[in-house]
C-alpha cells in the first residue's frame, strides 16, 4: 500500500525558517517524481515544487521561487521542502504527491504568523 | 504561465443526474511528445484530494465509470454520469504540460 506522510509544520514568525519532510513506502520512492502542492484555508490547490526521480530537474512556482528548495533523500524514502523567509500568505496545508498525483500524503499544517 | 479556467464554479445536483464540468486552459496541453497531461481531482471535505482521471480521458484504477473526460488543445470536460451521495466535493482540473497548473475548482453539491 503506498503512503506519504508529511511532518515538520507548525507555527512560526514571519522571516522565519521551516523543513517538511514527507516519507514514502510501498513503491519504489527512487523511480518516482513527486511534487509539493499547498492549500491556503478555504482556498483552492496550489502546486509550489516538483523534483524528478534523480533529483536532476527540479521546478518551482513563482510564488516561492528563491525562498524554497524541494530535494530528496532516495536512500531513505523522503521528500523534503526547505522553506525560508516565510510570509503570512504561506500558511496553508501542504501535501506531498506522488508523480502524476495518484497519490497525496495526508497534508501539514504551516501558519506564520506573528 | 498556463492558466486553467474552470466553469462553473458551483454546480448543483441531485442524486441520479448527469453533470459536467469545463477546463479551458489559456496555452494548448498537447506535449511536444504528442500526450496531454490533462488531469482531474477530487477533494471531498476534510480529505486529501485523489485523483479520478489521467491524460484527459483514462480512469484512474478504482474509480467509478460513471467518471469520464474528454478534450483537447485547450478545452477539456469532466462529465458525472449519474450523480452519488460520494460525488460531493471539489473537483480540480490539474496540467502537467506546462510545468502543472490547478484550476480554480468546482464545489459539486445537493441541490
Known amino acids: 500500500e503506498v503512503q506519504l506522510v508529511e511532518s515538520g509544520g507548525g507555527l512560526v514568525k514571519p522571516g522565519s525558517s521551516l523543513k517538511l519532510s514527507c516519507v514514502a513506502s510501498?513503491?519504489?520512492?527512487?523511480?518516482?517524481?513527486m511534487h509539493w502542492i499547498r492549500q491556503a484555508p478555504k482556498k483552492g490547490l496550489e502546486w509550489i515544487a516538483l523534483?524528478?526521480?534523480?533529483?536532476?530537474?527540479?521546478y518551482y512556482a513563482d510564488s516561492v521561487k528563491g525562498r524554497f528548495t524541494i530535494s530528496r533523500d532516495n536512500s531513505k524514502n523522503t521528500l523534503y521542502l526547505e522553506m525560508n523567509s516565510l510570509r503570512s500568505e504561506d500558511t496553508a496545508m501542504y501535501y506531498c504527491?506522488?508523480?502524476?498525483?495518484?497519490?497525496w500524503g495526508q497534508g501539514v499544517m504551516v501558519t506564520v504568523s506573528s | 504561465d498556463v492558466v486553467l479556467t474552470q466553469t462553473p464554479p458551483t454546480l448543483s445536483a441531485t442524486i441520479g443526474q448527469s453533470v459536467s464540468i469545463s477546463c479551458r486552459s489559456s496555452?494548448?496541453?498537447?506535449?511536444?511528445?504528442?500526450?496531454?497531461?490533462l488531469h482531474w481531482l477530487l477533494q471531498r471535505p476534510g480529505q486529501s484530494p485523489q485523483l479520478l482521471i489521467y491524460?484527459?480521458?483514462r480512469l484512474e484504477s478504482g474509480v467509478p465509470n460513471r467518471f469520464s473526460g474528454s478534450g483537447s488543445g485547450t478545452d477539456f470536460t469532466l462529465k458525472i454520469s449519474g450523480v452519488e451521495a460520494e460525488d460531493l466535493g471539489v473537483y480540480y482540473c490539474v496540467q502537467g504540460t506546462h510545468a502543472r497548473t490547478f484550476g480554480g475548482g468546482t464545489k459539486l453539491e445537493l441541490k
Open positions: 496555452q494548448s496541453l498537447l506535449h511536444s511528445n504528442g500526450n496531454t497531461y
Open positions: 510501498g513503491f519504489t520512492f527512487s523511480s518516482y517524481g
Open positions: 491524460s484527459v480521458s
Open positions: 523534483i524528478y526521480y534523480d533529483s536532476s530537474n527540479k
Open positions: 504527491a506522488k508523480a502524476t498525483m495518484g497519490y
